[in-house]
């Protein structure tokens, strides 16, 4: 197996949890680590974020689910080198519902990818902004959560019913399950709401707050119109800097236990 499998989740959406897959995805390759990337949102974000158009998905994650394809036939090359893709469309939308009478339908994700993953160092999966079939699939089967956060006034709304969720997965479906950690991301330094919202989110969740904080940065918003990662796109941005950064923080830091 992979040395770690990631899933990124957040059932609130523009918090930067694709772009922080993405970047967290290059930033591991650029260390020479073999990185597989899993699209597991039904917007297809994280595959358009690496310039793999809609025509170029021609075997998805939903066709691996709906068993219409082998596991080799759904990975194919993400033009970053060391990352493969799992990609995704509007398709996967449908396996929401058709999972939900599917016996063991938590467990899809961990047989479909059980002893395919080992040539991989990493897995992360990009989980779509909900705690639906495919996000509970993807934290049964993985071995560590990551919660982005956006620092904004409703910054840990929902966040509560979040952990509520992990533990109830590692009480029923995967006790060992582990939180990685909570990153947060569009920091405005010139904003005192963003520094109040830090202030807040590191009184309340102490040391499960990575010190690496992502600023809002232009060049971040820009570079998934350019099919490509900020720390791909313009590596000496502010943006891309912090990328590296959390990337680096998260190599080397222990795994938060439950």
Same mark, same amino acid.
Do not use: W
């Given at each position: 197996m992979?040395?770690?499998?990631?899933?990124?989740?957040n059932q609130?959406?523009?918090?930067?949890?694709?772009?922080?897959?993405c970047?967290?995805?290059?930033?591991?390759?650029?260390?020479?680590?073999?990185?597989?990337?899993i699209?597991?949102?039904?917007?297809?974000?994280?595959?358009?974020?690496?310039?793999?158009?809609?025509?170029?998905?021609?075997t998805t994650?939903?066709d691996l689910i709906?068993?219409?394809?082998?596991?080799?036939?759904a990975?194919?090359?993400s033009?970053? %080198?060391?990352?493969?893709?799992i990609t995704?469309?509007?398709?996967?939308?449908?396996a %929401?519902v058709?999972?939900?009478?599917h016996e063991?339908?938590?467990?899809?994700?961990?047989?479909?990818?059980?002893?395919?993953?080992g040539s991989?160092?990493?897995?992360?999966?990009?989980?779509?902004?909900?705690?639906?079939?495919?996000?509970?699939?993807?934290m049964t089967f993985?071995?560590?959560?990551?919660?982005?956060i956006?620092? %904004?006034?409703?910054?840990?709304e929902?966040?509560k019913?979040l952990?509520?969720t992990y533990?109830?997965?590692t009480?029923?479906?995967?006790?060992?399950?582990?939180?990685?950690?909570?990153?947060?991301?569009?920091?405005?330094?010139r904003?005192?709401?963003?520094?109040?919202?830090?202030?807040d989110?590191r %009184?309340?969740?102490?040391?499960?707050?990575f010190?690496?904080v992502?600023?809002r940065?232009?060049r971040?918003?820009?570079?998934?119109?350019h099919g490509?990662?900020v720390?791909?796109?313009?590596k000496?941005?502010?943006?891309?800097?912090?990328?590296?950064?959390?990337?680096?923080e998260?190599?080397?830091?222990?795994?938060?236990?439950?």
């Amino acid at each position: 197996m992979a040395k770690e499998i990631i899933a990124l989740v957040n059932q609130k959406g523009g918090v930067g949890k694709t772009t922080t897959a993405c970047n967290l995805a290059a930033s591991f390759a650029l260390q020479g680590n073999k990185v597989l990337l899993i699209d597991g949102d039904p917007q297809g974000n994280a595959s358009t974020g690496f310039g793999v158009s809609t025509k170029d998905r021609k075997t998805t994650l939903y066709d691996l689910i709906s068993n219409k394809c082998a596991f080799e036939d759904a990975v194919q090359f993400s033009g970053t %080198e060391n990352i493969d893709i799992i990609t995704s469309t509007v398709d996967l939308a449908a396996a %929401e519902v058709e999972l939900v009478g599917h016996e063991n339908a938590q467990f899809v994700y961990k047989n479909i990818f059980r002893n395919k993953l080992g040539s991989y160092d990493y897995v992360i999966i990009d989980c779509p902004p909900s705690l639906g079939f495919l996000t509970i699939n993807a934290m049964t089967f993985a071995d560590s959560l990551l919660v982005p956060i956006q620092c %904004e006034f409703y910054a840990l709304e929902g966040l509560k019913h979040l952990l509520e969720t992990y533990k109830n997965i590692t009480r029923s479906l995967n006790p060992n399950l582990t939180l990685k950690g909570i990153v947060l991301t569009m920091h405005d330094k010139r904003n005192n709401l963003s520094s109040l919202v830090e202030e807040d989110v590191r %009184e309340c969740l102490g040391n499960k707050v990575f010190i690496t904080v992502i600023p809002r940065n232009v060049r971040v918003s820009e570079s998934p119109s350019h099919g490509m990662p900020v720390v791909i796109y313009d590596k000496y941005c502010s943006g891309a800097q912090a990328y590296r950064m959390l990337a680096q923080e998260i190599i080397g830091s222990e795994v938060y236990v439950h």
